[in-house]
């Protein structure tokens, strides 16, 4: 864990330029950060994270803090060119709760008031989450969302067992809702969750 001081500046790491961080907050406003974080959703995108190189389908997975019922800060971080590179956490301020084209979501309250956006921004980056390495064939967001959930759920913000709850979703690959010749729904298909690195 990073030590931050009280001087620490989170709006100003995140939305440096020129672009000097691994954050990128083109979608995101600023005066968010200021909110307070009613609870978090961590979701399956309801389409596939497509790779030419890859040999099954994977869900790409994201998570929204709900700031209001009608408004939430979505968090994805995206892979960088290689294994080498760091990926990219992309910051989106929403004026809904959760995408409704989700696949699958894991919903969990906060647990304690008065948790901010900001804070929770403090919290990723005092143990270094915006350092992170994807795996081969650019998987490795389930397994950083789901060290997030950890971290939220340490933190006493989140419920006990809801990190775990989180892994056990995201080892899964949810098609798109759709329906075959005889009407049914195609049912999800188990996908181990490959890990990336923290550096």
Not at 86 to 91: D, F
Not at 108 to 116: H, N, S
Not at 154 to 171: C, D
Request: charged residues 20%.
């Amino acid at each position: 864990m990073t030590s931050l001081g009280p001087n620490f500046n989170v709006g100003e790491y995140i939305d440096r330029y020129p672009f000097a961080g691994n954050w990128n907050t083109e979608d995101f406003h600023l005066s968010m950060l200021n909110l307070r974080v009613q609870g978090v959703h961590f979701c399956a995108a309801g389409h596939d994270n497509d790779n030419d190189s890859r040999a099954q389908p994977v869900n790409h997975w994201m998570f929204f803090l709900q700031t209001s019922n009608a408004s939430s800060v979505r968090v994805s971080i995206g892979s960088g060119e290689t294994t080498n590179h760091p990926g990219l956490i992309s910051l989106s301020s929403k004026n809904y709760v959760c995408s409704m084209y989700a696949s699958e979501v894991v919903s969990c309250d906060f647990l304690r008031g008065g948790v901010t956006v900001e804070a929770i921004f403090r919290l990723l980056i005092s143990l270094r989450r915006d350092f992170y390495r994807f795996a081969d064939e650019h998987m490795g967001c389930r397994w950083w969302t789901y060290q997030v959930a950890r971290d939220f759920e340490q933190a006493g913000w989140i419920a006990a067992g809801s990190a775990a709850e989180v892994y056990k979703k995201a080892s899964y690959y949810y098609p798109p809702r759709r329906r075959d010749a005889h009407g049914a729904l195609a049912v999800p298909v188990i996908c181990p969750i490959k890990q990336g690195v923290f550096f």
